[in-house]
Every structure is written in structure tokens, then in C-alpha cells.
């Protein structure tokens, strides 16, 4: 069972005035339901996104798009809200993507009548985080809302949105993952060899992953 937020924060967080590169939206959903896939996976994507983005974020679920993409706290009913009640079964679900479990907590909250989820993601320990097998999820022009070995991230530029790294991101991406390197071989009194590249270090670390 998810904890529960208190209404001051609940309405703390739903006071945001649109997505950012730390925040994204979703509509409300039954996480059971199979005609709910669509959705459900682009949870996941944006979860994944999250762990791959400076310092994490937080996907709040119960929000639709409005008129000129205006977001609108519809929430969930109470019976949507009850289809997350195994909170291990949907914290597997999304761990089932990734090579290596994320971070990220669960909690709900009561606004107006209306139910609403607050996942709050962490960023990656140390490897960042790829996606690990395909969704189910194709549209009509045979694209993937999920796709095994892609790296997500939310972008850093509006309009925001949780997409494949580009190397913009991916630039970024590498330093992080090459800063946490090193922070973890000083906390251990060891040094990287200084002739080894910041990328090439990173290429090494995601080709152990994979091979793994």
C-alpha cells in the first residue's frame, strides 16, 4: 500500500505550472488494465527518464492535457487508485525494464475528490539506466513506446519530454556517470589511469553492463 501525502503537500506539488525538466504529467489510469498499455508503459519510460536526468524527478499521475497542452488535475478514481495497491507488483513492473532496480518511491494523495500518484525518482547510482527489453506497446507505424537497450532521458530544452538521449544529453549523461566513477574509486583510495578517456571509461562500464 502506497504511503499517503498530506493534503498541504498534495496541493504544494499540484500548484506547478506545467511540466519541467524535473516534472512530468500523466493521465490517470487502472495499472491493470490491459487496455491501459499505451500508458502504462509510457509510466515506466518516464520513470526510466527520470533516473537519467541531474538529480531525478517526479512523474505525478492524475494529470491530462488541457486546451494548449494547460495541464489538468483530473486524478483517478478510487478504483484506478485501488489497481495500484500491490505497490511490489507495479515497482517490479517497472523494474522489469531495467538491467539494475531505480530508485524511486510511491505515494498518493487527495485532491477535490480525486486521487492522485506521486513517483519520485532518484538518479542512477553509478550506471546509468538503459531499457532492457521492448514493451509490448506498438502503434501503427511500428514504433515502440519502449526499445531494449535505449537510454532515456527527459530533454533539456522545452518543450519538454522524456525521449531517446541525443548527444547533447548523452554528453551529459557520460559526465555524470564518469564523475560517480570517480568519486567511488576515491572514496576507495584508488585513481582512474589518467590516460584513460572520459567516454571510452563510460563505453567500458556500459559494454560490462550489457555483457553482464
Request: proline content about 4%; aromatic content about 8%.
Amino acid at each position: 500500500m502506497m504511503p499517503k501525502l498530506s493534503d498541504e503537500r498534495v496541493q504544494e506539488l499540484l500548484e506547478a505550472a506545467g511540466e519541467s525538466r524535473r516534472l512530468e504529467f500523466k493521465s490517470g489510469l487502472d495499472w491493470r488494465d490491459p487496455n491501459s498499455l499505451w500508458l502504462r508503459e509510457s509510466i515506466v519510460r518516464a520513470i526510466l527518464g527520470m533516473s537519467n536526468t541531474p538529480s531525478g524527478g517526479q512523474v505525478i499521475i492524475g494529470i491530462s492535457e488541457g486546451p494548449n497542452h494547460t495541464p489538468r488535475p483530473t486524478g483517478l478514481t478510487a478504483a484506478q487508485l485501488a489497481s495500484f495497491d500491490d505497490l511490489e507488483r507495479v515497482q517490479a513492473n517497472v523494474d522489469s525494464f531495467t538491467y539494475d532496480s531505480i530508485l524511486h518511491t510511491w505515494e498518493y494523495g487527495e485532491h477535490r475528490g480525486s486521487y492522485f500518484v506521486f513517483v519520485t525518482v532518484q538518479e542512477f547510482l553509478e550506471i546509468p539506466t538503459l531499457c532492457r527489453i521492448n514493451g509490448d506497446h506498438i502503434d501503427g507505424q511500428g514504433r515502440r513506446v519502449l526499445t531494449e537497450n535505449d537510454l532515456y532521458v527527459r530533454s533539456r530544452k522545452t518543450p519538454y519530454s522524456t525521449k531517446k538521449a541525443t548527444d547533447l544529453e548523452m554528453r551529459e549523461i557520460i559526465r555524470t556517470a564518469v564523475d560517480k566513477s570517480n568519486s567511488d574509486l576515491q572514496k576507495r583510495g584508488w585513481l582512474r589511469a589518467a590516460d584513460v578517456g572520459s567516454t571510452d571509461f563510460y563505453k567500458a562500464q556500459a559494454s560490462d553492463l550489457l555483457d553482464s
